[in-house]
């Protein structure tokens, strides 16, 4: 069950870094659609999704540490699909690029992803995890240029989003239905709200501060994080 969970949560990561790339070999045969001419939307077409990947770790991380690992990956699972189905669903280019950001920005596998492998796997092993992590996330952009130029060819441009959104969709009903929390410090929680109500909500050093102030610390400490500590 542990590899399974593993597994789940690498194969996300790589429909998300596969669904990156997979824009490039059609984003002429998009333009000519839409019939423009633009290079800046060229461009904006595969860079905008980075633009979003990197909002997303701020916000799905401290949220994995506030209510654990598994809502805030199966709620992300669910807009990265539905985004993606608005991206292939597009009817202009600007709806097509805002749907990129957006899908972009509901990556949460690559943030939450880590924290799992950390929770499963104790210190010495976490290493060969990390590693099929990082390889399965490094296999998204070589086959994904491969995977568009032939569905871009054969089948339009818009099977290049569909095919991503089919697989993507099948990969999180399978973390919805595999994958229980991880986190110790949400299943203590949950374990001492059963034992007593009043209690269990927070953690000790939190008692005192209210449910914004944990949250707003959560999201600033990778700021403060990237700022203090570069």
Same mark, same amino acid.
């Given at each position: 069950?542990?590899?399974?969970?593993?597994?789940?949560?690498?194969?996300?990561?790589?429909?998300?870094?596969?669904?990156?790339?997979?824009?490039?070999?059609?984003?002429?045969?998009?333009?000519?659609?839409?019939?423009?001419?633009?290079?800046?939307?060229?461009? #904006?077409?595969?860079?905008? &999704?980075? #633009?979003?990947?990197?909002?997303?770790?701020? /916000? &799905?991380? !401290?949220?994995?540490?506030?209510? %654990?690992? $598994?809502?805030?990956?199966?709620?992300?699972? /669910?807009?990265?699909?539905?985004? /993606?189905?608005?991206?292939?669903?597009?009817?202009?280019? $600007?709806?097509?690029?805002?749907?990129?950001?957006?899908?972009?920005? *509901?990556?949460?596998?690559?943030?939450?992803? !880590?924290?799992?492998?950390?929770?499963?796997?104790?210190?010495?092993?976490?290493?060969?995890?990390?590693?099929?992590?990082?390889?399965?996330?490094? /296999?998204?952009?070589?086959?994904? !240029?491969?995977? %568009?130029?032939?569905?871009?060819?054969?089948?339009?441009?818009?099977?290049?989003? &569909?095919?991503?959104?089919? *697989? +993507?969709?099948?990969?999180?009903? #399978?973390?919805?239905?595999?994958?229980?929390?991880?986190?110790?410090?949400?299943? $203590?929680?949950?374990?001492?709200?059963?034992?007593?109500?009043?209690?269990?909500?927070?953690?000790?050093?939190? +008692?005192?501060? +209210?449910?914004?102030?944990?949250?707003?610390?959560?999201?600033?400490?990778?700021?403060? #994080?990237?700022?203090?500590? !570069?």
């Amino acid at each position: 069950p542990i590899i399974l969970k593993v597994k789940a949560s690498d194969c996300c990561a790589r429909e998300s870094q596969l669904s990156t790339i997979i824009a490039a070999p059609v984003s002429p045969s998009i333009l000519a659609h839409f019939h423009s001419d633009n290079a800046l939307y060229r461009t #904006l077409i595969v860079s905008i &999704w980075e #633009l979003g990947e990197i909002v997303a770790p701020l /916000l &799905w991380g !401290p949220l994995s540490e506030l209510y %654990g690992r $598994q809502w805030p990956l199966n709620i992300a699972n /669910l807009f990265f699909v539905a985004f /993606l189905a608005g991206t292939a669903a597009s009817t202009s280019i $600007q709806m097509l690029i805002a749907f990129r950001f957006l899908s972009g920005a *509901a990556t949460a596998a690559s943030a939450i992803g !880590p924290g799992i492998v950390s929770d499963l796997f104790p210190e010495e092993s976490r290493g060969r995890a990390m590693s099929i992590m990082s390889l399965t996330g490094a /296999l998204g952009p070589v086959v994904g !240029p491969i995977i %568009g130029s032939y569905l871009g060819e054969k089948a339009g441009w818009r099977w290049a989003f &569909w095919l991503p959104t089919i *697989a +993507t969709g099948t990969l999180s009903l #399978l973390i919805l239905v595999v994958y229980r929390e991880t986190y110790s410090v949400t299943l $203590q929680k949950r374990k001492a709200r059963q034992q007593s109500p009043e209690s269990g909500s927070k953690s000790p050093e939190d +008692t005192d501060k +209210t449910a914004s102030q944990v949250f707003f610390k959560a999201i600033l400490r990778p700021l403060r #994080l990237l700022i203090r500590s !570069p």
